[in-house]
């Protein structure tokens, strides 16, 4: 008897088990926001579970930019960049972005993922190597998949590991694929060593700094900035949607490869371009970050005093040091107790399990903003500290994460 490729639907699933004790965390409606705080369920929740680094989203300015956009040139551009879809602002976007990372050329994508997708399914070819961190974001694991090239992962950050692979590659073209901040625990990648072992095995380097641009670096270029190593990094991607206030996300290179992706990437030809609005908004980010490095010192000391206070409550935080904090619970309905728990209390954070993290890395992903105070940042502790006066701890478990 056929099958019916819905059958697997019907089947019994994990997340129906979750809603039926009242602990499902995702998709949960948000009725306002000012940035900092939000409004759920009729509760006004310090929102420490956002990528809005430098809390640029409610910023006057870039509100004005997006709406003179949208005045001048619409909602959309109904059309992809490869035919009716490019601006004059896309134009200016990419230049910008090129500029800001040290690079000769840019590319705008309508999504981050997109970019991920597009960037390494074009340059990823039959006989060629990728090597990527077990740890990257989906998006970088999925444009892997979708090349032509051999895919090999190598364990988290571990440089032994990584030059084993390059040192098998056989004389083939290499490309080392990695996050430049990784978004569940926090860490930056170790990118001096990675560089240093690319040059040794002639293979190249793309960065995906989506969580770090705009937060790392003298320019706030992300972590090539942040190390000095803006010529030896080939491409850098990033995303809009973090301290960049929108949606979006582009590559930066020599300009020939750039040239190469923007006549290969599928994700990019065959989508509508990026809308007015969004790049008005993204151009208006650049200037603030530009001309506003104070923003990105003030959350990293911002996230540094949540670290400390979280410490200070004896919650493991990993190894951190950037504005995402994880709080390490190692225990999946524990973690989803704690999230309904902390929410009631007035704090909004992300719980996150397996396969997001390793099988008992189960954690509360915190963020933070450049626009939290630091009576945000005593609220959000509060929340903590009566939080787990509420539900004690699990036997062990917070023992074991830490150690």
């Known amino acids: 008897m056929r099958r019916d490729v819905f059958a697997k639907c019907f089947e019994p699933q994990p997340w129906e088990a979750v809603k039926k004790v009242g602990l499902y965390p995702y998709f949960r409606p948000i009725e306002a926001s000012e940035g900092t705080e939000v409004l759920i369920d009729g509760r006004r929740v310090v929102m420490a579970g956002s990528n809005n680094y430098l809390g640029l989203t409610h910023d006057p300015r870039v509100i004005a930019a997006a709406q003179e956009a949208l005045a001048a040139y619409g909602t959309g551009c109904t059309g992809s960049r490869f035919l009716n879809g490019t601006l004059r602002m896309h134009l200016e976007l990419e230049s910008r972005l090129a500029e800001i990372t040290g690079k000769e050329a840019g590319i705008v994508f309508p999504t981050g993922f997109q970019a991920c997708l597009g960037v390494i399914a074009s340059l990823g070819a039959r006989d060629e190597l990728i090597l990527c961190d077990r740890e990257n974001h989906a998006s970088i694991i999925d444009g892997c998949r979708l090349s032509f090239a051999e895919v090999r992962k190598y364990r988290h950050a571990d440089m032994e590991a990584l030059e084993e692979h390059l040192g098998a590659g ?31 095995y002639g293979a190249r380097v793309l960065v995906d700094d989506a969580h770090s641009f ?85 959350v990293l000391d911002i996230a540094a005093r949540a670290r400390k206070g979280l410490a200070e409550l004896g919650f493991n935080t990993g190894s951190t040091q950037s504005p995402i904090v994880p709080v390490i619970l190692g225990d999946r309905e524990y973690v989803f107790r704690f999230w309904k728990v902390l929410l009631e209390e007035g704090v909004f954070v992300n719980p996150v399990t397996a396969p997001a993290v390793p099988a008992g890395m189960d954690l509360l992903r915190c963020s933070f903003m450049a626009t939290h105070t630091d009576a945000h940042v005593e609220r959000f502790l509060g929340g903590f500290e009566r939080a787990r006066q509420r539900l004690g701890s699990v036997a062990g478990v917070e023992r074991e994460a830490a150690g």
Do not use: N, W
């Open 214 to 298: 705009g937060v790392y670096g003298e320019r706030g270029a992300g972590t090539a900035d942040h190390f000095g190593l803006d010529d030896q990094v080939d491409l850098i991607m990033g995303t809009f949607s973090k301290s960049l206030a929108g949606i979006g996300g582009f590559c930066t290179g020599p300009e020939i490869v750039i040239e190469y992706i923007r006549h290969h990437a599928r994700s990019m030809i065959f989508s509508a371009a990026t809308p007015p609005a969004v790049c008005a908004t993204a151009l208006k980010c650049l200037d603030i970050i530009e001309a506003e490095p104070e923003r990105r010192r003030r």
């Open 170 to 200: 056989d004389g083939r073209g290499m490309l080392v694929v990695t996050d430049g901040l990784f978004s569940m625990t926090g860490e930056l990648a170790p990118l001096p060593e990675i560089v240093a072992l690319c040059q040794k």
